[in-house]
């Protein structure tokens, strides 16, 4: 049976995550927003990070943000 | 209750040892019957790892009663959704990303990661990942197409009849109060269009017909270069199937709808006089009509006579039996094939729940 993988990240280690993609200085600083509402992100209302034409789309935990994410945000 | 009683007379007529070697046999059978099911053996795994992660509190247990569960029950449901003969969505696995302490990751193309939330929030990660594999892997090919308002509304409608088949009253409750509610709320468009599908949903022609037939159009236009056209092809089968889905009674309304990639006729058996008095003669004649327009898709639909099955067994019988003729002499015409038959449970004109019968017909014509 064919899957879509989804990769998931643990709630208690989205620093970590944010550390190993050498993001986790912005996400201190608050200079990660969120690509579709311009909110910015933090460790509590992230939801969703992916790269597009070399492009890193973050998106907030907003469910109108999520689904244009899942729906634009990758291909 | 039943196993017990059986296991009890065995117990009884044979002695403890034929009961518990029964016994035996039928826990063997069950557990067999999980393990040849991967979706049964997640769901069973995140159970056995709920229990070690209460008692252990480890994160790692979490992690995998969230992943089996999520998995398990998803694929569950989605195998019960019927797209004629397709599966769709795509099943989904999960894999947790696991980056020891100074490790470095670069994120590629095309690649997105999400958060969960903890376990006792799992509602919320059954719809979020619902939600991103509905929209993920469906409309694919057409997406562009589809006005953002109207992708909502068909988005929504199949999250809902995926966690629908779920069966769990929280998880249904908290997507509707989180996330259908809100979105139709929010936006006159998605509304209006949510209008539409779900009343095209409530008679059942949600996933026979409108999913089946956008999944054909996809493939029809593959390699084609987007045109106008093909937008107002979508919406144009939505408006003929919602104008069928609330027609009143003895309501005349196009059952034909053809474009240029889509193609499609109804052959509703619906009225109980004209198939017992008249026989299936003006049925035929109307399929031969529908090919005439070149028709290349004929959905016959069914609906129960429970009600004449109380007033007249005979009159039943005889409906059944001259139903059963159309469709042999529909299956005897060299150009008509039988794609799938599915019975389902939908909503009347009336307001009445009726049981209900779709077969999908397609039709080759010599080029």
């Known amino acids: 049976m064919k899957e879509e993988i989804i990769q998931a990240i643990h709630h ?35 939801r969703a990070i992916g790269k597009k034409s070399g492009e890193i789309i973050i998106c907030c935990n907003n469910e109108g943000c999520y689904n244009q994410f899942i729906k634009e945000g990758v291909e | ?51 070690l992660m209460y008692f252990s509190e480890k994160r790692e247990y979490e992690k995998k009663y969230v992943s089996n569960d999520i998995r398990g029950r998803l694929n569950q449901a989605r195998v019960k959704l019927n797209f004629g003969k397709d599966l769709l969505p795509k099943a989904v696995g999960i894999e947790w990303v696991e980056n020891a302490e100074g490790e470095t990751y670069t994120i590629k193309e095309g690649e997105f990661f999400v958060k969960l939330d ?52 929280r998880i249904k409750d908290w997507f509707f109060s989180e996330k ?28 026979r017909i409108l999913i089946v037939e956008l999944k054909e159009f996809s493939k029809k236009i593959k390699g084609l270069e987007p045109r106008p056209y093909m937008k107002g092809e979508i919406e144009g089968l939505i408006e003929f199937l919602y104008k069928y889905a609330i027609r009143k009674y003895e309501e005349r309304i196009p059952l034909d709808y053809r474009k ?12 109980t006089d004209k198939i017992l008095h008249e026989g299936i003669e003006k049925y035929i004649k109307a399929i031969a ?19 004449l099955a109380e007033f007249s067994p005979e009159a039943k019988q005889r409906f059944d039996e001259i139903v059963n003729n159309l469709e042999t002499s529909i299956k005897e015409h060299p150009q ?29 014509y010599e080029n």
């Open chain 1, 12 to 46: 208690d280690e989205v620093e970590q995550f944010f550390k190993s993609i050498d993001l986790y200085s912005q996400l201190v600083s608050g200079d990660l927003k969120c690509t579709i509402c311009g909110n910015i992100i933090t460790k509590d209302n992230f």
């Open chain 2, 1 to 51: 209750m039943e196993i017990l009683s059986f296991i009890w007379g065995l117990i009884k007529n044979y002695g403890i040892d034929v009961g518990f070697i029964a016994l035996i046999i039928l826990i063997s059978i069950k557990f067999f019957l999980i393990l040849m099911d991967e979706n049964k053996t997640a769901i069973w795994r995140a159970k056995i790892y709920k229990s």
């Open chain 2, 118 to 169: 903890p376990a006792n929030c799992q509602e919320n990660n059954i719809v979020t990942l619902a939600t991103a594999i509905v929209e993920r892997t469906s409309l694919v090919g057409i997406r562009n197409l589809i006005e953002k308002p109207l992708q909502n509304s068909i988005d929504l409608n199949l999250v809902k009849e995926l966690l629908d088949r779920m069966g769990n009253e």
């Open chain 2, 180 to 207: 259908y509610d809100p979105e139709i709320k929010n936006d006159e468009k998605t509304n209006e269009w949510n209008t539409k599908i779900s009343e095209i949903n409530e008679k059942g022609l949600f996933l």
């Open chain 2, 260 to 271: 240029a990639h889509i193609g499609i006729g109804f052959l509703p058996v619906a009225k």
């Open chain 2, 289 to 307: 009509i529908k090919m005439e327009y070149e028709i290349d898709t004929l959905y016959m639909i069914v609906f129960d006579k429970e009600m």
């Open chain 2, 336 to 364: 008509i094939f039988k794609d799938f038959e599915d019975k389902y449970i939908c909503v009347d004109q009336f307001g009445n729940r009726r049981h209900a019968k779709c077969i999908r017909y397609r039709i080759k």
